[in-house]
């Protein structure tokens, strides 16, 4: 199952209604049913994501990375698989950019570079 979900999922580009790029699928999160049958609930994207994912001190690094960045220890953006419209050579999603929450690292660009910029909040965008 991991093979298969693997090329299905990971590393495909994340596709928002509007075609704007949001980053890759860099891990997924499980929960199980009542029936104890596990599914795939969320997509994770992000450098905290795909450095747990991938382990080792590059993985260890990208973690410390994401800290720095993140209000929460490493929370990567956390898309639910229901707002997945379909699977192709990307991960459509049915949700607009503006529907979901920002990634941690655009937070935090914002709130301590792009927001101290004269006149940034009349930007288009």
């Known amino acids: 199952m991991r ?6 999922l990971l590393d495909r580009q994340i596709v928002d209604a509007d075609g704007l790029l949001l980053g890759k699928v860099d891990d ?3 929960a199980v049913d009542e029936r104890g049958v596990p599914y795939v609930a969320y997509l994770l994207t992000g ?3 795909l450095g747990r994912r991938i382990g080792g001190r590059v993985g260890r690094l990208l973690v410390a990375l994401a800290d720095r960045f993140a209000e929460e220890a490493s929370a990567p953006l956390r898309i639910p698989f229901g707002r ?3 699977i192709d050579s990307a991960v459509r999603l049915r949700a607009r950019a503006d529907e979901l929450p920002r990634p941690p690292v655009e937070t935090w660009l914002r709130r301590h570079l792009i927001d101290r910029i004269p006149g940034a909040d009349r930007a288009s965008g």
Do not use: D, N, P, Y
Not at 3 to 8: I, M, N, T
């Open 28 to 30: 997924v999160e499980f």
């Open 84 to 86: 997945v419209a379909r």
């Open 3 to 8: 093979v298969q979900l693997g090329r299905q």
């Open 47 to 49: 450098q905290g994501a």
